[in-house]
């Protein structure tokens, strides 16, 4: 044991001492090669001037795909040739000289060196029966080949880098491609990269059809980061300069209920349906469910059971409504065979919800089914297994069927995941006091 542990230290030693034999070039290298892999392109791009020299293919490859996302298009054209140069038949390298060229209106050279290329995805997306595409049909192609690349990549697999690649190529041959600098906003706030994703949302035109959804996009990523003053002045801006676009009093609404400003969200609410009651419209049902929700968040279960009832007459079959109404009625011990008749409606509709699931084991607890309430549960904490409530309501299951130890211990556990304002904390206090008091 004493050799290996002398051994391991050695190895470490050893480490230590090439790591700080690197050059200030070779340090640069290695912070560059992270920054791609995080996609800091700006980082890769700061760090290259350092270590220019003795790079291989995959190297330029990285520092052109790098310098294309920051719209260095340029700089990427002088890498691409040096890529080339390396591998004549490089794809990506080749995108890049002819974007290059047509930014500079030099289609040219295009016609001239690449119209009888053999690369079937260069033809596609350059060239129709041996003949160079306009400009704003080259955009699109190059637009059309992100989305296949994005739709056909399962959410882990996707490589951003040269998704993002793609779309600024699409944006950079076309700057009115107000299509391509959405889905750029879309891409980098996916990545949680909201000040890149406001940039490029803030280039789309006020004509645009993708303006309004950019716009609040934006404002949700203020919101993301915790500057919900911040959101809610984007969104009201919005409002205004969208004559009170019912679309985007729905998305005011729909803060405030998310931010817990209940009464406030009420009262837009309560402006859509007066604007909507009398049309023929599928949201309708929504609208006093989300109505609903809110009245009985601030504990006007009369109000709430009302929207909740009419929501149902609406859409008899939403899941979510069967399911919130129904779970109304358990924590009130009232109508409690309907409400389990809805539920085992809704669980069949949505097997998926363990929202559903938790309301149905706690339906079967009010019924004193314990066992099948407890094989219910233990589903939903194995879907769900940070859910405050659901290890809560787990634990009074448990106590009733007599496992009490483990029910002390689910009840602990939900009291550290609670948040502070949850009503559950202190009713799960109250009874770990009276647990430990007997």
């Not at 004493?2 to 912070?31: G, P, Q």
């Not at 919101?223 to 998305?251: G, Q, V, W």
Request: with cysteine; net charge negative; aromatic share 14%.
């Amino acid at each position: 044991m004493i050799k290996n542990i002398t051994l391991l230290f050695f190895v470490l030693i050893s480490l230590l001492m090439t790591n700080l034999a690197y050059s200030s070039s070779t340090s640069s290298y290695l912070i560059s090669k992270a920054a791609f892999k995080l996609n800091d392109f700006q980082k890769v791009f700061d760090e290259f001037d350092t270590y220019e020299k003795d790079l291989n293919l995959l190297d330029y490859q990285d520092i052109l795909i790098s310098l294309v996302n920051l719209k260095k298009i340029n700089q990427a054209n002088k890498i691409a040739i040096k890529i080339l140069d390396i591998d004549s038949d490089n794809q990506e390298a080749l995108m890049v000289i002819m974007v290059n060229f047509l930014i500079n209106n030099k289609k040219e050279n295009i016609n001239k060196e690449y119209y009888n290329t053999n690369n079937e995805l260069i033809n596609f997306i350059f060239f129709e029966n041996k003949l160079l595409k306009s400009n704003y049909e080259i955009s699109i192609s190059f637009l059309e080949l992100a989305q296949n690349f994005f739709s056909n990549s399962s959410s882990y697999k996707i490589n951003y880098s040269y998704l993002l690649f793609y779309l600024s190529l699409s944006a950079s041959i076309n700057t009115e491609n107000d299509q391509a600098l959405f889905m750029l906003g879309q891409i980098y706030q996916i990545m949680e990269k909201y000040e890149d994703a406001e940039l490029h949302y803030n280039k789309i035109k006020k004509d645009s059809i993708y303006f309004i959804d950019a716009k609040r996009n934006i404002a949700f990523n203020y919101s993301k980061f915790l500057d919900y003053n911040e959101a809610e002045k984007k969104i009201i801006d919005l409002i205004k300069i969208t004559n009170n676009n019912n679309y985007i009093i729905k998305i005011l609404a729909d803060f405030y209920r998310i931010k817990k400003k209940y009464e406030k969200a009420i009262n837009h609410y309560d402006e859509l349906i007066l604007l909507q009651k009398n049309k023929t419209n599928s949201d309708l049902w929504n609208l006093f469910y989300l109505r609903g929700v809110c009245f009985e968040r601030i504990n006007k279960w009369q109000l709430a059971e009302k929207d909740l009832l009419y929501s149902l007459e609406l859409k008899y079959d939403s899941p979510n409504v069967l399911n919130y109404l129904a779970y109304g009625w358990i924590e009130r011990d009232i109508y409690i065979d309907r409400a389990l008749l809805m539920l085992e409606k809704a669980y069949k509709a949505n097997p998926d919800s363990y929202y559903i699931l938790d309301s149905l084991a706690w339906a079967h607890y009010k019924k004193n089914n314990l066992q099948l309430a407890a094989n219910l549960m233990e589903k939903v904490i194995v879907m769900a297994p940070g859910e405050a409530i659901s290890l809560d309501h787990l634990g009074d299951i448990y106590f009733s069927l007599n496992r009490k130890r483990e029910a002390v211990f689910l009840w602990k556990q939900a009291k550290d995941l609670a948040e502070p304002e949850d009503e559950i904390k202190e009713n799960l206090e109250k009874k770990l006091d009276s647990y430990y008091e007997r």
